[in-house]
Nanobody
Protein backbone atom coordinates (compact mmCIF):
# COMPACT_ATOMS: atom_id res chain seq x y z
CA UNK A 1 0.00 0.00 0.00
CA UNK A 2 1.42 3.36 -1.05
CA UNK A 3 1.24 6.14 1.53
CA UNK A 4 2.31 9.77 1.32
CA UNK A 5 2.56 11.83 4.49
CA UNK A 6 3.23 15.57 4.30
CA UNK A 7 4.61 17.77 7.05
CA UNK A 8 6.20 21.17 7.50
CA UNK A 9 3.28 23.50 6.96
CA UNK A 10 2.55 26.37 9.28
CA UNK A 11 1.92 30.08 9.60
CA UNK A 12 4.50 32.63 8.53
CA UNK A 13 4.65 36.28 7.63
CA UNK A 14 5.12 37.46 4.08
CA UNK A 15 8.74 37.10 3.04
CA UNK A 16 9.28 34.10 5.26
CA UNK A 17 10.21 30.53 4.40
CA UNK A 18 8.90 27.04 5.00
CA UNK A 19 10.11 23.61 3.98
CA UNK A 20 7.52 20.95 3.23
CA UNK A 21 8.36 17.26 3.32
CA UNK A 22 6.53 14.23 1.99
CA UNK A 23 7.57 10.81 3.21
CA UNK A 24 6.61 8.00 0.84
CA UNK A 25 6.14 4.39 1.86
CA UNK A 26 5.27 1.47 -0.36
CA UNK A 27 6.96 2.84 -3.49
CA UNK A 28 10.39 4.03 -4.58
CA UNK A 29 10.34 7.74 -5.40
CA UNK A 30 13.26 7.59 -7.81
CA UNK A 31 11.14 5.45 -10.13
CA UNK A 32 8.29 7.92 -10.25
CA UNK A 33 7.14 11.36 -11.21
CA UNK A 34 6.29 13.36 -8.10
CA UNK A 35 4.73 16.74 -7.59
CA UNK A 36 3.41 19.32 -5.17
CA UNK A 37 -0.05 20.73 -5.71
CA UNK A 38 -1.99 23.31 -3.73
CA UNK A 39 -5.57 24.30 -3.22
CA UNK A 40 -6.69 27.58 -1.72
CA UNK A 41 -10.18 28.03 -0.25
CA UNK A 42 -12.75 28.46 -3.00
CA UNK A 43 -10.24 27.68 -5.74
CA UNK A 44 -9.29 24.67 -7.79
CA UNK A 45 -6.22 22.57 -7.27
CA UNK A 46 -3.12 23.76 -9.12
CA UNK A 47 0.27 22.30 -9.78
CA UNK A 48 3.17 23.98 -8.00
CA UNK A 49 6.25 21.95 -8.91
CA UNK A 50 7.04 18.50 -10.23
CA UNK A 51 10.16 16.38 -10.59
CA UNK A 52 10.69 13.43 -12.90
CA UNK A 53 12.71 10.24 -12.44
CA UNK A 54 15.75 11.97 -13.92
CA UNK A 55 15.40 14.68 -11.24
CA UNK A 56 14.42 17.29 -13.79
CA UNK A 57 12.16 19.89 -12.17
CA UNK A 58 9.33 21.98 -13.59
CA UNK A 59 7.70 24.90 -11.80
CA UNK A 60 4.52 26.85 -12.14
CA UNK A 61 5.21 30.40 -13.26
CA UNK A 62 3.92 31.84 -10.00
CA UNK A 63 6.64 30.12 -7.92
CA UNK A 64 9.65 30.27 -10.21
CA UNK A 65 12.70 31.54 -8.40
CA UNK A 66 11.03 31.21 -4.98
CA UNK A 67 10.34 27.48 -4.54
CA UNK A 68 12.65 24.50 -5.03
CA UNK A 69 11.51 20.89 -5.33
CA UNK A 70 13.88 18.06 -4.49
CA UNK A 71 13.85 14.42 -3.60
CA UNK A 72 16.03 12.38 -1.28
CA UNK A 73 16.20 8.88 -2.67
CA UNK A 74 17.91 7.50 0.43
CA UNK A 75 15.04 8.73 2.62
CA UNK A 76 12.37 8.19 -0.04
CA UNK A 77 11.21 11.73 0.55
CA UNK A 78 10.03 14.65 -1.55
CA UNK A 79 10.62 18.21 -0.35
CA UNK A 80 9.55 21.71 -1.28
CA UNK A 81 11.62 24.64 -0.07
CA UNK A 82 9.48 27.77 -0.16
CA UNK A 83 11.14 31.17 0.15
CA UNK A 84 9.82 34.71 -0.20
CA UNK A 85 6.34 33.51 0.67
CA UNK A 86 3.40 35.73 -0.26
CA UNK A 87 -0.15 35.85 1.13
CA UNK A 88 -1.41 34.37 -2.15
CA UNK A 89 0.64 31.25 -1.40
CA UNK A 90 -1.81 30.44 1.40
CA UNK A 91 -3.30 27.03 0.63
CA UNK A 92 -3.36 23.37 1.51
CA UNK A 93 -0.33 21.74 -0.09
CA UNK A 94 -0.42 18.14 -1.29
CA UNK A 95 2.26 15.83 -2.58
CA UNK A 96 1.40 13.36 -5.30
CA UNK A 97 3.03 10.37 -6.98
CA UNK A 98 2.68 8.91 -10.47
CA UNK A 99 3.88 5.31 -10.28
CA UNK A 100 4.18 4.58 -13.96
CA UNK A 101 5.01 7.79 -15.74
CA UNK A 102 5.50 7.58 -19.48
CA UNK A 103 6.00 11.30 -19.11
CA UNK A 104 5.90 13.65 -16.13
CA UNK A 105 3.08 16.18 -16.46
CA UNK A 106 0.47 17.74 -14.19
CA UNK A 107 -1.86 14.80 -14.89
CA UNK A 108 -2.07 11.13 -14.03
CA UNK A 109 -1.08 11.02 -10.38
CA UNK A 110 -2.06 7.83 -8.60
CA UNK A 111 -1.48 8.60 -4.95
CA UNK A 112 -1.98 11.68 -2.80
CA UNK A 113 -1.12 12.75 0.69
CA UNK A 114 -3.56 14.25 3.16
CA UNK A 115 -2.14 17.75 2.81
CA UNK A 116 -0.37 20.28 5.00
CA UNK A 117 -1.66 23.81 5.53
CA UNK A 118 0.44 26.85 4.68
CA UNK A 119 -0.78 30.25 5.82
CA UNK A 120 1.05 33.45 4.92
CA UNK A 121 0.04 36.71 6.55
CA UNK A 122 0.81 40.17 5.25
Amino acid sequence: QVQLVESGGGSVQAGGSLRLSCVVSGYIVRSSCMAWFRQAPGKGREGVARIDKRSSATYADFVKGRFTISQDNAKNTLSLQMNSLEPQDTAMYYCALDRTPSSCTWLGFDDWGQGTQVTVSS
